[in-house]
């Protein structure tokens, strides 16, 4: 349905007068409403103020590394839960004044919601906190305010404090138990000194060293004792040979000088007489002898060989090689004694500190192992040694205000007038409203009642045409009634609309 | 002897007091299509003889106290907005007098208050007159109009077989406007509409006097039957849906049940009117 906005306008004026108590009525109604709220509405006044968390403070670089400011992570969250937290609140309930002797734990409850339901808290920046608060005095409003942000630097100030001397009275009481550890792996590391004399550190490597040095002795020796005894061995051969060979050298010897003596006496004998001549046979017969004995001696000496040992006799004795060989054979004999000695000795060395080694080792490892406490503890302690002497000195920079700084930027301050509408704004809104409202619902009625109200709503919808608008006929009395009635809603329009302008003036006197 | 005069005087001689007017004597009232149709020598005779039984006739100040319009009240739109709608009606009917059945859509939407004043503004008319027939039996409004709410009416003329139409038709205190009351009927009235009385009754008010518009104060159209019935003895059809009252439904439903040759349109009754402003 097309309706143009000047007859909309036409008809709403038309409705409007043809509901004209309705209008009026409603008129009254939202002005009386809206005058009501405007003297009911709290009074609300609004104070602020802004905490700023300074955690750089000129400290900072001079102590850096050696104390550790109390770092407030995520403080905005903090704030509010410090803040509305129960032990501010208490003081703040104290300090309100609204602490009275009749309030119940309930009352009191929700007194303490509606003071956190007034309180905001906004972070603004990284470090400033802002606190508003909104009540109904403004002594109090400030006040309350002022507490707020007084308790919580106080509040903040002791976490802090705590919070710091926590920290220290840990890292004593963990440099304490250290310390007490280092003492107990000392002496028991004192105590297994004592008991193991050896048993110090590098002691291991003394004695590998020493076996090492024993082991090396003895091969040494040994090689040395290899030696001579091959030395011994050659000698013995050498002078065996050479009382073999001296000893048949000589008799055979003696024998082929004999033989040839005798060769030589029968050829002479020959030259003179036969070989039948008795001193020629003779002479054969002697060297045949000999020769045969000359063969049984070397004979002998064959079978004699492999047995080496031969009784040297006089001639063998006194022969100055065999002699000579007979003396380093005897020095060797010397030598390999010695040898002996001394490996049997190095070897008892050897077994010695291959014991010693075992009974060492048995307790090294307790010792190493005391010795890596030990080192470790000592260590841990000195850290925490360290340590715990910044804790001291956050501690008293703590206790002299010098660590992260809380202080008032904006002092508490509170709004001069009340933060609420004023009341020539309700009275305005009411006369506003009073039009508006009962408009805008003669407006929905045009527009979803489904009683017609427009007459080109008829024509549109039904494909009828209308064949007259009959305005409504106002007869002499419906019109004397109708002054009668304007009259009195005038009446009643100008009592309203006196009653505000009264009360505004009211409020503005200040009676009200 | 026109068929017309043969009435007129037929009624004349009935109620016995009839003098006809010489035509001279009313000669300048006549309505010009009235020349053009060539009964110009009946009609003022019968607007006459009518002028002279309107009983005391009402001021204008006295119509409107009872809502009816003058031609004096200028300044009364709705004065204007009737006249049109007569004009509207006597330019459909090409002049031709006519039954315009007056209804409501629903009750309580000022049907009666539309005939009323429709009849008072062709009665303003000199050359024509107004019949307004009361056939809202459910709730009658026209014997308010007259002095005396006792005359006859229509109940009297249809227990009354022998009755002469003249006896019913009454003054209204308004020239050139007459009125026929219920009398009282208080039967189920589709009993008496369907008769043939009522439609000769309708048809000899129509025949009567040419210069006649009757104007019948129906029920409202949620009476279905009535309405249709009367629908069916009008020549046109008025629905009247007031401001305020009447859904889109009703009047949906009250269209359909009349016939659309005979519709005339739809009169949106008491639109809200802050007097005192034009």
């Avoid at chain 1, 003071?115 to 906190?129: E, N, S």
């Avoid at chain 1, 009382?243 to 050829?267: C, N, P, S, W, Y």
């Avoid at chain 2, 006549?30 to 020349?35: C, G, K, N, V």
Wanted: charged share 25%; net charge neutral.
């Amino acid at each position: 349905m097309q309706i143009y906005p000047e007859q909309i306008a036409h008809a709403l004026i038309n409705e409007s007068f043809h509901s004209r108590r309705l209008f009026v009525g409603m008129f009254v109604i939202v002005n009386v409403a809206m005058l009501a709220a405007g003297l009911l509405w709290p009074k609300s006044y609004v104070a602020s103020t802004s905490i700023i968390v300074d955690d750089k403070s000129i400290i900072e670089p001079l102590m850096k590394g050696a104390a550790v400011p109390t770092e407030m992570a995520d403080r905005n969250r903090n704030a509010r839960e410090v803040i509305l937290g129960g032990r501010v609140m208490n003081q703040i309930f104290e300090r309100g004044g609204w602490l009275t002797d009749r309030a119940t734990a309930l009352e009191r409850e929700a007194l303490i919601e509606q003071i956190k339901a007034r309180t905001t808290i906004t972070p603004v920046g990284k470090d400033v906190i802002k606190i508003d608060y909104r009540d109904s005095d403004q002594e109090r409003t400030l006040l309350v305010t002022k507490a707020f942000a007084e308790l919580y630097i106080q509040e903040m100030v002791a976490e802090k404090e705590s919070e710091t001397r926590s920290a220290f009275d840990f890292i004593d009481k963990q440099a304490q138990e250290y310390q007490q550890k280092l003492i107990a792996t000392e002496e028991e590391l004192r105590q297994l000194r004592s008991s193991n004399l050896d048993a110090r550190p590098g002691s291991d490597i003394e004695l590998s060293a020493r076996l090492i040095a024993l082991n090396t002795r003895i091969e040494n020796t040994t090689l040395e004792l290899r030696e001579a005894e091959m030395k011994r061995a050659s000698l013995e051969r050498q002078v065996n040979g050479e009382a073999e060979v001296t000893v048949l050298a000589t008799r055979e010897g003696q024998f082929r000088a004999r033989i040839a003596d005798l060769q030589a006496k029968l050829d002479t004998l020959r030259l003179t007489f036969y070989d039948t001549h008795p001193d020629v046979v003779q002479l054969k017969n002697q060297i045949q002898d000999l020769r045969a004995e000359a063969s049984a001696q070397r004979e002998r000496r064959e079978k004699a060989k492999p047995s080496e040992r031969m009784e040297p006799d006089e001639t063998v004795v006194n022969n100055p090689v065999y002699q000579q060989l007979r003396r380093e054979l005897s020095q060797n004999q010397l030598s390999i004694d010695a040898l002996k000695a001394r490996i049997a000795e190095a070897q008892r060395l050897l077994q010695e500190e291959v014991n010693r080694g075992k009974s060492l080792h048995s307790g090294d490892a307790r010792l190493v192992e005391l010795t890596r406490d030990d080192q470790i503890n000592r260590e841990i302690y000195q850290d925490l040694l360290r340590r715990r002497e910044r804790a001291r000195v956050s501690v008293s920079m703590d206790s002299d205000r010098q660590g992260s700084n809380f202080k008032i930027l904006e002092p508490a301050r509170s709004s001069p007038s009340p933060n609420a509408p004023r009341f020539w704004q309700f009275v305005l809104g009411g006369v506003v409203l009073g039009v508006l409202i009962p408009l805008g619902l003669l407006f929905a009625r045009l527009q979803f009642d489904p009683r017609v109200r427009l007459a080109n709503a008829i024509s549109e919808r039904h494909k009828v045409p209308v064949a007259a608008i009959v305005p409504h006929l106002w007869s002499p009395g419906e019109l004397t009634g109708l002054r009668k009635e304007l009259t009195i809603l005038a009446l009643i329009v100008t009592a309203t609309l006196t009653l505000s302008a009264t009360l505004s003036v009211g409020r503005l006197v200040g009676v009200l | 002897m026109s068929k017309i005069e043969k009435a007129l005087k037929r009624a004349g001689d009935e109620r016995g007091n009839l003098q006809l007017v010489p035509a001279a004597a009313a000669g300048g009232r006549a309505a010009p299509w009235t020349a053009l149709l060539g009964q110009q020598i009946e009609y003022p005779e019968t607007t006459s003889r009518m002028a002279g039984n309107e009983g005391k006739l009402l001021s204008a100040d006295e119509l409107w106290e009872r809502g009816i319009i003058h031609p004096e009240h200028t300044d009364e739109p709705a004065v204007q907005v009737f006249r049109e709608l007569r004009t509207k009606i006597v330019q459909q009917n090409q002049g031709q007098n006519a039954v315009i059945l007056v209804a409501s859509v629903s009750k309580g939407n000022g049907g009666s208050f539309i005939a009323r004043n429709l009849g008072a503004a062709f009665a303003f008319d000199s050359a024509k007159t107004a019949l307004l027939v009361d056939c809202n039996l459910g709730n009658p409004s026209v014997h308010r109009l007259l002095p005396d709410a006792s005359l006859p009416g229509l109940a009297h003329y249809f227990e009354n077989p022998e009755m002469d139409v003249s006896k019913i038709i009454h003054p209204v205190g308004i020239e050139r406007f007459r009125a026929i009351t219920t009398g009282g009927l208080r039967e189920a009235p589709a009993e008496y509409f369907v008769s043939m009385k009522m439609r000769r009754l309708i048809d000899s008010l129509r025949e009567r006097y040419r210069e006649r518009f009757i104007f019948l104060d129906g029920p409202p159209m949620s009476d279905i039957a009535d309405a249709r019935i009367l629908s069916e003895l009008s020549d046109y059809v008025l629905v009247v849906a007031r401001h305020g009252r009447t859904t889109n439904a009703q009047i949906e439903s009250g269209l359909n049940a009349i016939s659309n040759k005979k519709l005339l349109g739809i009169v949106f009754n008491d639109e809200p009117r802050i007097p005192w402003i034009r």
